[in-house]
């Protein structure tokens, strides 16, 4: 269905058709804070496009000035081949944008935020209900369509977020924590539209507190940390640079007062603890888990299990952020309070 | 250029439709409107204060001021905490656009409550408006000045409660300084020239001359000259305001 429903609205000409957003030298500052620090990257037509970042990065800031909603201290974005300050309405013409909360009307009802937001977007009038009406069922809402949307449950207020951005077939969506705070199964939908909308030719700019969603959805990550990108790749790429460190996951039959303990050990750069396992950062596996045997016989433990890991894209996230085992596990934990919030 | 405005003026409308919709038409909105202007001239007659040949002009003119600018600074401001402001900033739309939007809203909901007032009290008061089509264009110029004042209030303020507070702060004085009970001409001379930097001043104004003169007549048409230069003033300044409270 989606197919038929789609034909991307996006491209300015054929030379432009390879880039969706360019971004130079963008800087944001407000007083004497400097929120984004002079970035730069560029996101190709048809990618999904992972942007990642601890709270406070300004993710939300750069976000904001790639749809027009803040104007850049200095720097430039194009959007659609379209400078997004001097030709702004023609960018958003093309551009969908899912905020971080559902902003939907609560006071009316689906139909109507679905036929205003055409409106809006300029969507002729004969095209504003065959659209309207094959979101809704594309999105399982055109049973509720008459209800109030301020009675919908989160989920459902997400989707019709994401319907009400879809309207107008935009050629790029900008998704900001699109399953932030939603059950397993509304999430699930949302990631396998989000794989539906990009195999159609939707350029995807996401960002998400959840590093495993970017992982399995994203072609491309950048991840940004006090205001400034520290790198733009591909997610295995950026596993890869974080490889020199190997990985082992070893768990014991009681864990108290260890983790300084496997720290000290010969061969160990770092020791995280992860619920009842350590994960050791080692040069090298097959040297570390001979020592590992000899220090639970050492100290009377007892192995429950070991294995080795390969770097995770969050791993390659901790070490490029630099942030600390405590820092990343708050920054999970906020994106799992979101989750139980829905 | 020309479609681009006549795009602009057709999703202004589209916005203005949704306010309507969402925000306005609800029955404690008019109350709170009418229940302010009515309680004032209440106040005042009761002091003995009151010339009943003024009183129809003032207290349509004060209906619209409360109703238009007390909705004005919820609809804008509630958008902004609730969000949904920023589903029209990411929209294809000038700020101006979003602007205009809001202000016709009040526009047409300041012409039903003027409505509601103006020609019901007139006959009450048996009061002949000897130019309605006059009335009704100073009727249409107050509102749109009120909902561009409404809206400078909502730009600025950041929460519903602080907004109100300065839509009274800028509305009350003027109940007092605008000739809106008595005469302006009875005002010491000072007073009178702080009168003139009043929208209210120029919609009462407009609205006496419409009763009373059969014929346009030149201060008619300074005043609704200086309420429409108010509108444009007040829509320019709300976009700024805007601008820089969002960026």
């Known amino acids: ?342 | 250029m020309v479609k681009a405005w006549a795009d602009s003026l057709i999703k202004a409308f589209y916005i203005a439709k949704k306010d309507a919709k969402v925000y306005y038409f609800k029955a404690p909105n008019f109350t709170y409107g009418l229940l302010i202007p009515v309680s004032l001239y209440l106040a005042f007659s009761m002091a003995g204060e009151i010339n009943s040949k003024l009183i129809v002009a003032g207290l349509s003119s004060l209906v619209i001021l409360f109703g238009t600018t007390s909705i004005e600074a919820v609809a804008v401001v509630l958008e902004k905490q609730t969000g949904t402001f920023e589903r029209l900033l990411v929209a294809p739309l000038s700020l101006f656009t979003i602007v205009l939007g809001k202000a016709l809203a009040g526009f047409f909901f300041g012409l039903i409550l003027a409505a509601v007032v103006l020609f019901p009290l007139a006959a009450v008061s048996g009061t002949v408006v000897m130019n309605p089509l006059l009335a009704v264009i100073a009727i249409a110029f107050t509102s749109m000045a009120f909902s561009a004042l409404g809206i400078v209030a909502s730009a600025y303020a950041k929460w519903v409660p602080e907004a109100q507070m300065l839509s009274n702060f800028l509305r009350f004085p003027m109940v007092f300084l605008s000739g809106t009970f008595t005469a302006l001409e009875v005002f010491p001379s000072q007073l009178q020239v702080v009168a003139r930097f009043l929208p209210l001043t120029y919609s009462v104004e407009a609205l006496r001359s419409s009763i009373a003169e059969p014929a346009v007549t030149y201060t008619y048409i300074l005043d609704i000259a200086a309420l429409a230069l108010f509108t444009i003033v007040l829509l320019a300044l709300s976009t700024k305001i805007l601008e820089k409270r969002i960026t």
């Open chain 1, 1 to 342: 269905m989606l197919s038929r429903i789609w034909s991307v609205n996006c491209v300015r000409n054929e030379h432009e058709m390879e880039i969706a957003i360019a971004v130079y030298d963008l800087t944001k500052q407000y007083g004497k804070i400097l929120a984004v620090d002079n970035i730069s990257f560029t996101v190709n037509q048809g990618e999904v496009f992972g942007f990642l970042g601890p709270n406070g990065a300004g993710k939300t800031t750069t976000i904001r000035m790639l749809t027009g909603q803040t104007k850049p201290t200095s720097g430039t974005v194009t959007v659609a081949g379209y400078d997004v300050v001097r030709e702004s309405i023609k960018a958003k013409e093309r551009v969908g944008v899912v905020p971080e909360v559902s902003n939907i009307y609560d006071e009316m009802s689906a139909w109507d935020n679905l036929v205003f937001a055409a409106q809006l977007y300029g969507v002729a009038k004969n095209e504003r209900e065959k659209r309207a009406k094959e979101l809704l069922e594309l999105f399982g809402l055109y049973e509720r369509r008459t209800g109030r949307a301020g009675n919908f449950s989160k989920g459902m207020k997400r989707r019709l977020t994401i319907a009400a951005a879809l309207i107008h077939k935009p050629g790029i969506l900008f998704l900001d924590e699109p399953t932030s705070g939603l059950d397993v199964q509304s999430s699930r939908m949302i990631r396998n539209l989000t794989k539906d909308l990009n195999k159609n030719g939707t350029t995807i700019f996401l960002t998400t507190h959840y590093i495993e969603e970017a992982d399995q959805l994203c072609q491309r990550v950048a991840i940004i940390n006090k205001g400034k990108i520290v790198a733009v790749d591909n997610p295995e790429k950026l596993k890869a640079s974080v490889e020199k460190h190997q990985i082992v996951e070893v768990s014991f039959d009681q864990t108290q007062n260890l983790e300084h303990e496997l720290a000290s050990l010969k061969y160990v750069s770092k020791v995280v603890q992860v619920g009842d396992k350590f994960r050791l950062h080692v040069r090298s596996t097959s040297e570390a888990v001979p020592l590992l045997v000899d220090f639970a016989r050492e100290n009377g433990l007892k192995i429950v299990s070991i294995d080795t890991l390969n770097p995770s894209l969050e791993d390659a996230f901790v070490e490029m952020t630099g942030l600390s085992p405590e820092v990343m596990a708050t920054e999970k934990e906020q994106g799992k309070k979101a989750v139980s919030l829905g």
